[in-house]
């Protein structure tokens, strides 16, 4: 059986000076065709529609067909990963725009020529509730570990700047006994 339908395929192909494929999908708009000439099919070439793949090899022509729809697994995982993508998404998206307030808030503090101490409070509040949505974010997976480490700590080395800046906080030299001592 396999024999007579390769020398059918074989005499099909030695016969038609050009071949013209056509393949359609199940909507009307999406139909796409390919055309070869016999000369082409005696050098291997792969020949790509969409769900058909034509392969050229001598004079036999080898036509593939993708099944037509997904198996229900892959359905499942492809809602699955919709589902996460989004919610990855608004949760990045929340931690850049409360890093956004945090470090805007800290740059107009630093502008600020006769800003006070008390003025960071509001500030740390901000910080610590951002700390708080990286920490989330970290515990669920949507960011990494290494990358909620990072961002914590610009924060926390923004802050320590603008303090730097206004005076507020000194940062302890090293001892000379603690030098001695290494």
């Known amino acids: 059986m ?17 071949l013209s494929l056509t393949a359609t999908s199940s909507s009307p708009s999406q139909s796409s065709s390919i055309s070869f ?31 037509g729809r997904k198996a229900d697994s892959a359905v499942k995982r492809a809602r699955q990963a919709e589902k996460r993508r989004v919610h990855n998404k608004a949760k ?11 470090l805007e808030a800290l740059d107009d503090l630093r502008k600020k020529p006769a800003a006070q101490p008390e003025e960071v409070l509001p500030v740390e509040k901000l910080i610590a509730e951002t700390y708080s949505v990286i920490d989330k974010a970290v515990k669920v997976g949507t960011l990494h570990r290494n990358t909620g480490a ?6 926390a080395r923004t802050k320590k700047a603008v303090e730097v800046h206004h005076g507020w906080y000194t940062p ?10 290494v």
């Open 150 to 155: 990072r961002r914590k700590s610009r924060l």
């Open 172 to 181: 302890a030299s090293a001892s000379p006994a603690a030098a001695d001592a």
């Open 92 to 102: 990045k998206s929340e931690v850049r725009t409360r890093m956004r307030k945090v």
């Open 2 to 18: 396999a024999a007579a339908v390769l020398s059918c395929c074989s005499v099909l192909t030695s016969r038609l000076n050009n």
């Open 37 to 67: 000439s016999s000369s082409v099919s005696h050098n291997p070439s792969l020949f790509s529609t969409g769900e058909w793949s034509f392969f050229a090899i001598d004079d036999l022509v080898v036509c593939e067909a993708a099944p």
